[in-house]
């Protein structure tokens, strides 16, 4: 499948205006990054999609085509932003918690855990009944099988996976029920006549500078997929108001990556005044953008058929880790960890360092970058703007659902790369013409920029990253 290709399926199955497509530009192909998957398509179809969803809301507001350009290097550079960040000229902090990682099981597994978060740390280590330090965790888990372990953790409410072959997961339930979703989904969920692009009758017109000017965003999402989402719309003009629990643990570099272009706010929504804030808001937003588990904010008052009711035309964007169906809908995921779930990390470990007299192979191996993350967020925005130009054209309230266990399966029908992973790595020097440069409460923020190029509406961040919290739970006037 080559990136346009791959593009061009995405905007039709989201049965998007063909002659948009006319406007399209695609170069470079993969193998962009060492990896035997198409992660270069999967960046460029993404991120090209919402590109093409920006010119094509900012046609439906103001009559005009604009060209949109995308090119698989710019893409792989943004869909490893957080790798790439710089701060006042020093790579950020280390992103991973030393018991994060893989570990060898007493039958001869792999187990990924994800211990970012104290409190998953802190579960971890009670359910190994071991001290929190690398060593102790390896030698607790060589006491166990992996398949035990993989369900004593999830059955915790832990974050980890099991080394999975592509085989091993099909036989799952969840892989089935992954199976029967599309790749993503774009469902009318309500009632509501037409109106404009953007609820704000001021900047409803003709005149309109950005695709996204005036449109209200509610992000309640916390480290990459959802964030990319929410940055993807600021980046393409909307007001994104970021609304983080003060008690929910957030990753530094990953607050300042995906913060630009936002602001952010804190409401604790095991507090009643504050659901009831959060309810205000938005009935005054035009995208409630979360990525709680399925069913987690349901019991707030804040599923979506219930905001349906509450503002009627909202578009709803729920993202999570393995799908809404099956058995493993309610479970916590990372890209990493679903990675390792559904079979990509078998198989690039396994080109890399092939079985020998039918043992596992070596050490794991991830993607090159978190691109199940990057992909989903993008894949979260380009459903958030195709369902706000229907909204203006047809009326009603909207339901866009994306996962990474979605996104993965797609990853793995595109084929394979023989040798991909000898592909050569990509540095700092490398992307230096993608970065950009930007003073922030942080001190200089250097980061990668929008991969997509629009012609008449440049894609860029209107506002710097500001820590979780700086600015009031309101709307700006």
């Known amino acids: 499948m080559t990136p346009r290709g791959a593009l ?3 905007w039709m199955l989201a049965d998007c205006n063909p002659a948009a497509l006319d406007d399209l530009h695609v170069a470079g192909d993969d193998p962009g990054l060492p990896s035997i998957y198409r992660v270069g398509t999967l960046a460029a179809a993404t991120i090209g999609a919402a590109g093409l969803a920006a010119a094509e809301c900012f046609r439906v507001r103001t009559g005009r085509r604009q060209r949109v350009d995308i090119d698989v290097r710019r893409a792989l550079a943004a869909f490893r932003s957080e790798r790439y960040l710089r701060v006042g000229g020093d790579a950020p902090i280390e992103l991973r918690h030393p018991v994060t990682g893989f570990f060898a099981t007493r039958d001869d597994r792999w187990i990924q855990l994800h211990a970012n978060f104290p409190h998953h740390l802190k579960g971890i280590v009670d359910v190994l009944g071991c001290a929190d330090d690398p060593a102790s965790v390896a030698a607790a888990i060589r006491e166990w099988d992996g398949a035990a372990l993989d369900d004593a953790l999830a059955a915790a409410g832990l974050c980890a996976a099991l080394v999975r072959s592509p085989r091993e997961w099909a036989a799952l339930d969840q892989a089935r029920a992954v199976a029967s979703l599309p790749l993503f989904e ?6 509501a006549p037409p109106e404009p692009i953007a609820s704000i009758t001021s900047i409803t017109t003709r005149d309109a500078a950005r695709p996204l000017d005036g449109v209200r965003v509610l992000d309640l999402t916390r480290i990459i997929a959802g964030p990319v989402a929410g940055r993807t719309l600021a980046h393409h003009g909307a ?22 272009g936002k602001r952010s706010a804190t409401l604790d929504l095991r507090d009643a ?3 009831e804030q959060l309810r205000s808001l938005a009935r005054d937003a035009d995208v409630f953008l979360q990525a709680y588990r399925p069913g987690a904010l349901a019991s707030r008052g804040f599923a979506p058929e219930q905001l349906a009711r509450l503002r009627p035309g909202i578009v709803c964007v729920s993202v999570c880790a393995y799908g809404h169906r099956g058995p493993w809908a309610g479970r916590r995921g990372f890209d990493s960890l679903v990675q390792s779930a559904s079979g990509i990390v078998w198989n690039e470990s396994s080109a890399a360092s092939p079985a020998r ?3 596992p192979f070596g050490a794991p191996r991830h993607l090159p970058c978190q691109a199940l993350d990057h992909g989903t967020g993008y894949l979260a925005a380009f459903g958030a703007m195709v369902a706000l130009a229907r909204r203006a054209q047809e009326g009603g309230s909207w339901h866009v659902r994306v996962s990474l266990a979605q996104t993965g399966r797609w990853l793995q029908t595109m084929g394979q790369i023989e040798d991909g992973w000898r592909a050569p790595d990509v540095g700092l020097t490398d992307v230096a013409d993608c970065i950009e440069q930007t003073a922030s409460p942080f001190g200089t923020v250097r980061a990668i920029g929008p991969a997509e190029r629009l012609s008449l509406t440049p894609a860029f961040y209107a506002r710097p990253p500001v820590p979780v919290g700086t600015d009031a739970a309101r709307w700006d006037a």
Not at 186 to 191: K, L, P, Q, V
Not at 254 to 260: E, H, K, P, Q, S
């Open 273 to 275: 005044a504050a659901c």
């Open 357 to 359: 007299d039918g043992r």
């Open 186 to 191: 774009i469902e009318r969920i309500g009632d």
């Open 8 to 10: 061009e399926h995405l």
């Open 239 to 260: 007001d994104v108001l970021l609304v983080n629990g003060p008690h929910l643990p957030n990753i530094a570099p990953l607050v300042i990556d995906n913060g630009r």
